[in-house]
């Protein structure tokens, strides 16, 4: 909150300028090939700032992971800058690339397939620490011992495999691999998606405790509405590819201005009896990405779509302070 | 051991790379058919390794007063048809088996497992257009005929047997491996591993190929079967071992035209072959499980 207000003091630790990523599809005849492309991240630009919690929620399917590696550089952009610390990575070479893999990490969803089977835990964890040299050799299994503690492990766990493990201690494995090389933003690409709602919020009190621990700033990538309200201090809602609202926390779950932000948020489950909240249904499914509406991408779904959403697409801006929508109404 | 764990016992952690081992160990004890090929497997190499020692007859010394004797006291599997001890000769083939088939599945392993990994992970031109098409190109001929041919053109002896057989067997490595490959490097611990900084070459080797080892162990030692196989029908064609060498192959042909009346010249030979690559399987898949630390 103190943060949102005075957000010229804080510096953008990261910040993506018009973010493309194209799958080509493999149509066509062997001669000719087919020009279609998935357009699963389309001209996407937002900032975070040191410190903050970013959060993005949309459906699945909408280019939430796809832009998670895409600013990790693990699949490269199509289009588009990605500026951590004011230089631009998407045009990094290898040998640079391994080296901001130390500031940058990123948590996969499925803790069983993140992991690789035939190593411990403690080889998969010294293996990292001792590939960027983050300590001296000798003092390689105190550091890993202490990184499993700080997960909430047993220090024993070292000489554990993954599949001695259950869900959630899998995730803080996880965890401890994007902290060994001691990063400062790290990417929780759907983190808790796969665990029980009980272990969900251990592994959210987890990554809170280490967020203030070692001042860590977080992309956290959800289709859950709840977790990402619980963690983030921003929320952007994506769509499509293409984010359609981003604003501070309190803004966008209170007053959300774009339709598909209200439609989505009207869909979280609520337990009080008082307010009886008005449901938005919408109409339809998701369009494919592979043939995105002209305009406005929502305009097929939208309630209140005009002509002009048809036609033309709509730009995204500010509308109050700190709030960026893109509808032609708000 | 005993000292090195001395240190670890006054912490009261047990060794882990010991507690490894022994579970290893563990795994590959369990499992009885493969202590059985593991103890055969070794029992061959050793005969191979001491043949001079322990033939009680020169096997290629021919005894024209005791042809086509059947088994006794003296010639334990009896005597073939120009009067050779079968004992003595079946021992000394072993030698020549055991070394083609691993040596032969040594070569293509050396030659497959390299350019499978390389054209899986990496994929793109070099993979699609000239491996794949080049490993199309050496399947499409029968193994046989493949082997003859190359064999014919490197000429006769073992060695180039070996070489000939091991050429043949490489490209159902490649594929093998570069198949695996592919189906790992999609997987989430492999692009954990390229966003934690980790060059090619170790997620590679350290990652992919110990997750790959099992269809690689399965693939080696069916190979080594068939390669003792190939080199036998090589040698039955005259491109192998050469005469008067003992060769399982070689006398497994010569045998068979006294099928009805010494059965045992082509029996024993036989049998051999069969125990060997039962045995290298049995214990190529105590190996394989082993190495997983999934079993427990």
Redesign the interface.
Same mark, same amino acid.
């Given at each position: 909150m103190q943060a949102e207000k005075k957000p010229q003091q804080q510096q953008n630790l990261l910040e993506i300028k018009g973010l493309k990523k194209y799958f080509p599809v493999g149509g066509g005849s062997f001669f000719k090939k087919d020009n279609t492309y998935v357009k699963a991240v389309d001209d996407v630009s937002f900032y975070v700032k040191q410190g903050e919690t970013l959060g993005i929620v949309g459906e699945s399917g909408c280019g939430k992971s796809t832009m998670g +590696?895409a600013i990790?550089q693990?699949q490269t952009p199509t289009e588009g800058e990605v500026l951590f610390e004011g230089q631009d990575i998407s045009k990094f070479k290898p040998k640079q690339?391994?080296?901001?893999?130390?500031d940058i990490?990123?948590i996969?969803?499925?803790p069983f397939?993140?992991?690789?089977?035939?190593?411990?835990v403690?080889a998969m964890l010294s293996?990292?620490v001792r590939?960027?040299r983050i300590v001296p050799r000798s003092e390689e299994l105190t550091y890993v011992q202490k990184l499993l503690k700080d997960v909430g492990l047993n220090p024993?766990h070292?000489?554990r495999?993954p599949?001695e493990f259950s869900g959630g201690q899998r995730q803080r494995v996880?965890i401890a +691999?994007a902290l060994?090389?001691q990063p400062k933003l790290i990417i929780c690409d759907e983190a808790v998606s796969a665990l029980d709602v009980s272990v969900q919020a251990q592994v959210l009190n987890l990554l809170q405790k280490l967020k203030r621990k070692y001042n860590l700033t977080y992309i956290f990538i959800s289709h859950d509405l709840s977790v990402v309200k619980h963690i983030s201090d921003r929320v952007g809602v994506m769509y499509l590819g293409k984010l359609v609202e981003l604003s501070d926390k309190h803004g966008i779950y209170k007053e959300p201005q774009h339709p598909y932000t209200q439609a989505l948020f009207s869909a979280i489950p609520d337990v009080s009896v008082q307010e009886k909240k008005e449901r938005m249904m919408l109409k339809g499914d998701v369009p494919s990405p592979l043939n995105v509406p002209s305009g406005c991408r929502f305009h097929t779904r939208c309630p209140l779509a005009t002509e002009q959403c048809k036609q033309e697409i709509p730009e995204f801006r500010e509308t109050k302070d700190g709030h960026k929508v893109a509808c032609h109404l708000v | 051991m005993e000292q090195a764990t001395e240190a670890n016992v006054k912490q009261k952690i047990p060794n882990p790379r010991v507690e490894m081992f022994k579970a290893m160990m563990g795994r590959f004890f369990q499992n009885k058919l493969a202590v059985l090929g593991g103890f055969f497997t070794f029992l061959l190499i050793f005969m191979a390794i001491f043949a001079s020692v322990i033939v009680p007859h020169d096997p290629i010394e021919q005894n024209y007063s005791e042809i086509m004797m059947s088994p006794s006291a003296d010639h334990w599997f009896g005597t073939d048809e120009i009067g050779r001890d079968i004992f003595s000769r079946v021992i000394y083939g072993a030698q020549v088996s055991l070394q083609a088939g691993l040596i032969s599945v040594g070569i293509a392993l050396a030659v497959g497992v390299p350019i499978g990994l390389i054209s899986g992970y990496y994929r793109g031109f070099w993979d699609e257009f000239v491996i794949m098409r080049f490993t199309d190109a050496m399947l499409s001929f029968p193994p046989l005929v493949l082997a003859l041919a190359l064999a014919a053109v490197l000429g006769a002896g073992l060695e180039n047997a070996m070489i000939a057989i091991g050429i043949v067997l490489t490209p159902n490595f490649i594929r093998l491996i570069r198949a695996e490959v592919i189906a790992h490097r999609e997987r989430e611990y492999v692009e954990a591993g390229k966003a934690s900084g980790l060059r090619d070459w170790r997620i590679i080797l350290i990652h992919i190929l110990p997750n790959t080892l099992a269809p690689i162990m399965v693939q080696a030692t069916l190979a080594i079967a068939s390669a003792i196989i190939s080199e036998a029908s090589l040698s039955y064609l005259g491109l192998g071992t050469q005469p008067p060498d003992p060769s399982w192959g070689a006398m497994l042909a010569d045998g068979q035209g006294y099928l009805s009346d010494a059965p045992w010249i082509a029996l024993f030979p036989g049998i051999f072959i069969f125990i060997t690559v039962l045995s290298i399987n049995l214990f190529g898949d105590g190996i394989r499980d082993m190495l997983d630390p999934k079993l427990k």
């Open positions: +590696r990790l693990l690339l391994r080296e901001l893999r130390k990490q990123i996969f969803q499925d397939g993140s992991l690789n089977q035939r190593m411990t403690g293996e990292i590939v960027h024993e070292y000489w495999y599949h996880s +691999r060994a090389v | -």
